[in-house]
């Protein structure tokens, strides 16, 4: 069945440091792409989204190319912040009647100053 | 952006009895809310779809008459533990999907409901 498989955690950088969270999915079809963060304490946000081949989304200075040929989706930042601490999920939407959310483990980054 | 919101926010309860949990769009309408159940240092796992004024569509291997849903209006929806033990202890998150929105249905997350069965 459809699943997105992302890097485990924790991982821990100094503050600028270069970040990169690898994400992968299996799909019959092709599915809208998600990252979302959860920050301590609170719910899930959607951070940045794609939903076909080639795009790429981007917000608050991470980015994810959506790469059909390699079925990923991995998620970048050049130079990340102590705010940016939180779990990170990558997604994948079926596209079918009900949209629903296939999420991976989740990844927590800690970032130190 | 749009706000979800679930109450309570921690629950302790006994072994055997029911818990309510709430979720609700605070400013618009959602025809669809979606039920998670969260592990400690495990993904979201989808437990089920509720759809206002309908039945709710449950995942494989979830117990119906275990997690009572019902979605009495575009603003709120219920999960009720029945009977609950403690291997029911859990983080439930519930989402809504703003119907809305245009060309992107794009679902909310409410903050959670830590759940802890004595």
């Known amino acids: 069945g459809d699943s997105v498989t992302q890097m485990e955690g924790p991982v821990t950088l100094s503050e600028e440091a270069f970040l990169t969270i690898n994400c992968t999915y299996t799909?019959?079809?092709?599915?809208?792409l998600f990252w979302y963060v959860q920050y301590p304490g609170e719910g899930l946000q959607l951070l940045l989204k794609?939903?076909?081949?080639?795009d790429k989304g981007s917000n608050k200075g991470f980015e994810a190319t959506y790469r059909k040929e390699t079925t990923s989706f991995h998620l970048e930042k050049g130079s990340v912040q102590v705010s940016d601490s939180a779990v990170y999920f990558c997604?994948?939407?079926?596209?079918?009647?009900?949209?629903?959310?296939?999420f991976g483990t989740g990844t927590l980054l800690a970032v130190q100053p | 952006g749009a706000v979800v919101s679930q109450h309570p926010s921690r629950v302790i309860c006994k072994s055997g009895t029911s818990v309510k949990i709430e979720c609700r769009s605070l400013?618009?309408?959602?025809?669809?809310m979606f039920w998670y159940r969260q592990f400690p240092k495990q993904s979201l796992m989808l437990m089920a779809t509720?759809?206002?004024?309908?039945?709710?569509?449950?995942e494989q291997g979830v117990e119906k008459d275990k997690f009572l849903i019902n979605h009495a209006s575009l603003t709120l929806s219920t999960l009720t533990v029945t009977s609950a033990h403690p291997e029911d202890s859990s983080f439930y998150i519930c989402?809504?999907?703003?119907?809305?929105?245009?060309?992107?249905?794009?679902?909310?997350f409410g903050p959670g409901t830590r759940l802890t069965v004595l």
């Open positions: 989402s809504a999907r703003d119907t809305t929105s245009g060309f992107y249905n794009e679902q909310f």
């Open positions: 794609a939903t076909k081949a080639d």
């Open positions: 509720s759809n206002e004024g309908s039945k709710a569509t449950y």
């Open positions: 997604a994948q939407e079926d596209g079918g009647a009900t949209n629903k959310l296939i």
């Open positions: 799909a019959t079809g092709y599915p809208s």
């Open positions: 400013d618009f309408q959602a025809t669809t």
